[in-house]
Structure formats: structure tokens, C-alpha cells
């Protein structure tokens, strides 16, 4: 499972998103051990705190493994090593002490995420109902403090949870997911999961601040550029106002995460966008390269 934490700052030269895994999805280490024996592969065996700061032209990068003996895991806090992620009241708040990857440099800061109204709101991604999601707080105030960094700011923000029961490349193909925050303090989120058994599943729903949820009629498909890594993609938009790409935050061999201009419910959205491949994840060579971004300690 993993918690999912994004934020992007007011004048929009800022952004972050935070991912933090219990059985990391994307772990060469998780998935060698699930290879050799399934059953008695221990997710709190393989946590990690995977954040990435965006400043402009600037991009930061953590995502170190850790083992079972370095988490601590209770009602309300998780701690991974010296990280941790604490609920408290309406707001949770996030201590990150990481070493970036892959030019070594210790990480601290605070993250500090902010709601009126938590949601409870949980649905399958998959026909055989192995996989859940939901937005746990759809529509946030952040705060990001990394002082030596040089970095305090403020902005919109946004948390989910994704859990499964089984490998993620075992039922899906992949997914395109976006999300966008409206002036009327709504938020648009459009999943587009392919399945390798069973139909595509399009989730396109609207939160709404008092904790109603309300599934909307999605717009057409729309082809994006494909990444440098020849990844397919696409997103959801009006035709009269086609999204176009402001920016390329992460561009692997398997995923993708950028910011687009896109137009929604009649009017330009800033769009946060990812496209998953599990077929590129699912590689011998791809997999060969993750340790060079994923280091581990036991």
C-alpha cells in the first residue's frame, strides 16, 4: 500500500509530491522476494519515504528502503528511519530526513498537510476487486519548509491511499491518472485504469468540500506527446480548450509525472498527470535499473 501526498505552491514555480510505500510497489528488493517465496514476503520489510522537490529548474530526489527493524508503525504515526508521517486532528504532518539520490545530500524539512474534511470515500480499480484507492483528502492546504534548502512555501495540496492484494503488473497495464483543484474548491480527478483481464475502467469523479462525491460525465480522450521513453499517454479534456504539457516533472522508463493546462468544466485547469506502464515496469533490464534511484538498507 502507499500513501500519496502532492502539493504545488501558489504562483506555481513550486512543487513536491511525496509517496510512501508499506511494501513499495516499485521495489527490485520487494519483488525478488515475492519471486522466491509470496507468502512470507513481509511488506513492512521494504518502506520508503519517496519524495521529490520541484523548484523551477531544480528537481530533488529521495527514495531509500529500508528494512523491517528501522519502522515503527502505530494507530496514528509511521516512522521509516529517522521520517515520519503523524495524523493529528485535521492535519497531518510529515518529517522528512532522507538522502537524495543519486548525488548524495541529506534532506530535512517538514510538510505539513492541512483539510477541512477528511473523506472516507473507497473504490476497486479492478474487475476481480483486489486493488482499492480513495482520496483521503482531496482538497488541501500545504505548507513545505526546507530550510536548508531555502525552501518555505505554501499552496494547494492533496492525499490519497492505493492498496492491493497482489502485485500491481498481475491485473493492470497501466493507468493515466489526473487530478485538478477548481475555484469553486471542488476537485476533478480522472482515472483511466487498462486491465489485462476485463474492460478499461474510467473513474471520473468531482469531490466536493463537504464530503460528497459525485461522478461526473468524463470528457474525450486525448492524446499527449509521448515521453522521451516512448510511453504512450493521454488526458481527459474539452475539445475546444486540448491540454498541452506546462511541464515534465518525472520522465522514466516506466512512469511519468507532469503538470498540463487542460480544459475542464468549461474553463482552463492546472492538471497534475501521471502515466503508469507496468509492461515497461515489468522489464528485466528496467528493474535492473532501479537500485541506481532506490538504495536499500537492512
Not at 483543484?181 to 476485463?198: N, P
Request: hydrophobic share 35%; net charge positive.
Amino acid at each position: 500500500m502507499w500513501w500519496y501526498i502532492d502539493g504545488t505552491s501558489e504562483n506555481g514555480t513550486h512543487a513536491f509530491s511525496l509517496i510512501i510505500f508499506v511494501g513499495s510497489v516499485f521495489s527490485p528488493y520487494y519483488s525478488l522476494a515475492k519471486k522466491r517465496d509470496l507468502q512470507s514476503a513481509d511488506p513492512e520489510n521494504f518502506c520508503s519515504f519517496n519524495l521529490a522537490l520541484y523548484n523551477q529548474n531544480k528537481k530533488i530526489w529521495t527514495m531509500t528502503e529500508f528494512s523491517k527493524k528501522h519502522i515503527n508503525r502505530k494507530k496514528e504515526c509511521f516512522e521509516v528511519a529517522n521520517s515520519r508521517i503523524e495524523w493529528k486532528n485535521n492535519r497531518i504532518e510529515i518529517e522528512i530526513d532522507e538522502i537524495a539520490t543519486p548525488f548524495p545530500k541529506r534532506i530535512n524539512g517538514k510538510i505539513t498537510v492541512s483539510a477541512n474534511k477528511f473523506f472516507l470515500y473507497s473504490t476497486w480499480l479492478d474487475d476481480d476487486k483486489k486493488h482499492r484507492w480513495g482520496p483521503l483528502a482531496p482538497h488541501a492546504d500545504v505548507t513545505v519548509e526546507f530550510p536548508d534548502l531555502n525552501l518555505n512555501w505554501s499552496g494547494h495540496g492533496y492525499c490519497d491511499s492505493n492498496e492491493g492484494d497482489e502485485p500491481l503488473e498481475n491485473p493492470f497495464f497501466g493507468w493515466n491518472w489526473a487530478k485538478a483543484h477548481l475555484e469553486d474548491d471542488t476537485v476533478l480527478v480522472f482515472y483511466d485504469v487498462k486491465q489485462k483481464k476485463g474492460r478499461e475502467r474510467v473513474l471520473p469523479l468531482r469531490f466536493f468540500p463537504d464530503g460528497s462525491v459525485k461522478r461526473i460525465a468524463p470528457p474525450p480522450r486525448e492524446e499527449l506527446p509521448s515521453t522521451k521513453w516512448f510511453i504512450p499517454r493521454f488526458m481527459r479534456a474539452e475539445p475546444a480548450r486540448p491540454a498541452h504539457i506546462l511541464k515534465n516533472l518525472e520522465d522514466t522508463p516506466f512512469y511519468s509525472r507532469s503538470m498540463l493546462s487542460a480544459g475542464l468544466l468549461g474553463d482552463r485547469q492546472l492538471v497534475m498527470h501521471e502515466t503508469l506502464n507496468l509492461d515497461r515496469y515489468s522489464k528485466s533490464l528496467v528493474k535492473t535499473l532501479l537500485p541506481w534511484r532506490m538504495p536499500r538498507i537492512d
